[in-house]
């Protein structure tokens, strides 16, 4: 089962290092890791989806907790957030195919960010289980290049964390 | 106050009432060094920055609070880092103050140059480079505070040379706020009364104690609770010395190394009461087995280690001593006496026959005669290897302790640690039985106990192999034999004379009862080196 683990850290050098490295040490798999500034220009907001099972996951929250650059953790599933994934989709296009993309893209929600006379990107931003069926439906016009973000994450309703 | 980055790390140092520091010079210290010239703080010069840790790891276990080493950038740095993941895996306070290269330089490969704090992240509880002076008195306070409460361990301080040399206004803080580590220290009411429940219910409990207890001195408390209660005691080895080895509760050192009736008891208990240990894989070899059939109620100050190694029924965070008197308050007076005589029963039953080989000293006896001629309270120093199996179950512990390294098995580690428990307490016996092996591995010390007189009482139990690895390759490997002969050792009293130690080996236990005498009426360091049988074994 996958958990997204949320993780309030001081905003300072070295931190991610020092998580980074438990995972590697301890043999956690990270599915992404997603860091950035929040609010609080003090405190990094990093949010890790990891794929295990119960005693794992507590395993992963315990040893994170011990990190002294740690302020705050929890451990959500899917149901509990509203969850978004991006991705850059680099697509080689004729021209005659450009028209199938756009809608495509449009369905997809998806923007046009760059357009050559070979390429276009596509921008996309969804769940990632959605995003991965957004891939399926682009990879037969010939993906060249894919660049994903790992989930950001946040509770959904009145509740907030931090 | 203006000073210099180096005088305000002195000054740090005085302000957590530091009296000894271990340690090595080098250039990227040496700003340092200059300004500790003006404290009254103690260096001991080492002759291997290695032992530096060792020597502040000894010191910390006997005060309990955090002890400083030094060493410089670089190697100087890299050669402590064996002994800060010891004491890392141990628990023990150390802060570890690093010289580092100037800040323009830091990620340029320039001479002496290592990312010490990258290195040691997997061993050390935290660590900082200082890259702004002005953060300098904040991270010693915090670096103090942190090695020193929770789960105690070590903390770096990396401190490059140029912030040693620049000048600021200097004041330190009177207190700590680190939003990030606010570590339980009193036990959970409503836990606590589960454990009191569970242990009056209990009919076959079991306390297994580990070297937590060390960290705030629980040892007084828990061996109140197991009389009150009649709970039958076993240890981890880290645990030795939790309740004294001839208590009539205590059954002995658990694990691959331990008792037999010390692990058979753990397999009949219908309550472990596990506190201050982590039950790793020397401790209980498969926890799966004993998981479902009894109730475990797991103490530790580290939440982390609840539930790692083995389920816990009633998992209780904080620090022992504390939770060991909430619940003294709480527990009625209670026996568990067929329970107990059946341990009893057992253990006059297995008496191990102790095999006496002609012109060598048996190793277990001498230690036995050795515990009860020493001081009550001595400290005793296992290196690692057989000699550390030897005085874990042979030594007897009064009101002293045993130091040895449970977690890492750094072989190297005694006369490091053995210096600085003297010189934590210098009233105090201690005394250090390793092998020839672990002996080669730090004999440099000994320049070190001459320089700053260190007494230390040495015991070598020579054989002329790497016995543990011998005795391994005697029954798993079908005797083939690699790369465990010591052959090309020096004389190892001839060499600790050539230092102006006194020293002197014996070959029969009819010697040994003397030399004993000598060996703990000197009044300098001396030596006794005890010819061992190659066939000796572990247990």
């Known amino acids: 089962m996958k958990y997204t683990i949320s993780t309030l850290v001081e905003n300072h050098a070295g931190v991610l290092s020092r998580i980074a490295g438990l995972f590697s040490r301890r043999g956690f798999n990270i599915d992404s890791l ?128 931090g | ?56 790891s000894g010191y910390a276990r006997i005060t309990r609070r955090p002890a400083v080493c030094v060493a410089t950038s670089g190697p100087g740095a890299l050669n402590l880092l064996t002994a800060v993941a010891t004491a890392y895996v141990d628990s023990v306070p150390l802060v570890v103050i690093t010289g580092q290269v100037a800040r323009s330089l830091i990620g340029k490969d320039v001479f002496q140059e290592a990312d010490v704090t990258g290195a040691a992240e997997p061993f050390v509880k935290h660590s900082y480079l200082i890259k702004d002076i002005k953060d300098l008195p904040r991270v010693f306070k915090e670096a103090f505070y942190i090695a020193g409460t929770g789960r105690q361990g070590p903390v770096l301080i990396d401190v490059p040379v140029d912030v040693q040399n620049e000048r600021f206004s200097f004041s330190y803080p009177d207190s700590v706020n680190i939003r990030g580590y606010k570590p339980t220290v009193k036990g959970h009411a409503g836990q606590i009364k589960k454990v009191a429940q569970a242990i009056t219910e209990a009919q076959r409990p079991l306390i297994v104690a580990g070297g937590g207890l060390f960290a705030t001195e629980a040892r007084y408390r828990l061996v109140e609770l197991a009389e009150r209660c009649e709970i ?24 691959m190394h331990g008792k037999q009736v010390a692990n058979r008891a753990t397999q009949e208990a219908d309550l472990l009461f596990v506190i201050g240990a982590r ?68 253990r006059a039953e297995y008496r191990p026959q102790l095999r006496q080989f002609d012109g060598c000293i048996n190793p277990k006896l001498f ?60 009233e105090r016996q201690v005394i250090t039985v390793g092998g020839d092996g672990s002996f080669q591995m730090q004999m440099m010390e000994l320049a070190t106990m001459c320089q700053h007189q260190v007494p230390l009482k040495m015991v070598i139990m020579s054989n002329l192999r790497l016995g543990m690895v011998y005795e391994l390759q005697k029954n798993n490997f079908a005797g083939n034999y690699s790369g465990v002969f010591l052959d090309g050792s020096p004389d190892i009293p001839k060499l600790a004379g050539a230092y102006g130690i006194p020293a002197e080996r014996i070959h029969s236990m009819d010697q040994a009862d003397a030399a004993i005498g000598r060996l703990l009426k000197a009044d300098t360091p001396y030596l006794l080196e005890c010819i061992v049988n190659q066939d000796e074994s572990s247990l």
């Open chain 2, 367 to 426: 230690l036995e005669r050795l515990s009860e001629l020493a001081d009550p309270d001595a400290v005793v120093v296992a290196d690692v290897g057989q000699n550390q199996i030897w005085t874990a179950n042979h030594f007897k512990i009064r009101e002293g302790r045993f130091l040895t390294t449970g977690g890492m098995g750094t072989m190297g580690y005694s006369l490091g640690a053995g210096i600085g428990a003297k010189l934590a307490e210098p």
């Open chain 2, 279 to 346: 039950l790793g894989d020397r401790a209980v070899s498969n926890p799966a087995l004993l998981e479902g059939r009894l109730r475990v109620v797991h103490i530790d100050i580290d939440p982390a280690e609840i539930g790692k190694n083995m389920e816990a029924n009633i998992p209780l965070v904080g620090d022992a001593n504390v939770i060991l008197g909430q619940l003294l308050e709480q527990v009625p007076e209670c026996t568990h006496s067929a329970w107990r005589n059946m341990l009893d029963r057992r």
């Open chain 2, 232 to 255: 039958p005691v076993v240890t981890t080895m880290m645990g030795i010395g939790g309740i004294p080895t001839e208590h009539p509760l205590y059954y002995g050192m658990l694990g």
């Open chain 2, 1 to 56: 106050m203006q000073l210099t980055g180096a005088q305000a790390m002195v000054k740090c140092l005085e302000a957590e009432g530091v009296k000894v520091i271990f340690g090595y010079p080098g250039a990227a210290i040496c700003p340092f060094y200059d300004a500790l010239t003006d404290s009254s703080i103690r260096h001991i010069l080492v002759r291997q920055e290695q032992n530096a840790g060792h020597a502040a």
């Open chain 1, 34 to 161: 997603a860091v950035g500034v929040t609010e609080d220009p003090t405190v990094s907001r990093i949010t890790i989806v990891v794929d295990g099972d119960d005693y794992m996951v507590e395993q992963v929250e315990k040893q994170l907790n011990k990190l002294i650059d740690v302020i705050k953790l929890k451990s959500f599933s899917a149901e509990e957030l509203v969850r978004r994934e991006l991705a850059m989709v680099k697509i080689g296009t004729k021209a005659s195919e450009r028209g199938d993309l756009l809608s495509l893209s449009k369905i997809m929600g998806g923007k046009i960010c760059d357009l050559s006379n070979e390429t276009m990107t596509i921008e996309l931003s969804a769940e990632s289980e959605r995003l991965e069926e957004y891939l399926e439906l682009l990879r037969p016009y010939g993906i060249r290049e894919l660049v994903r973000t790992g989930t950001i994450a946040l509770q959904k309703g009145n509740v907030s964390f």
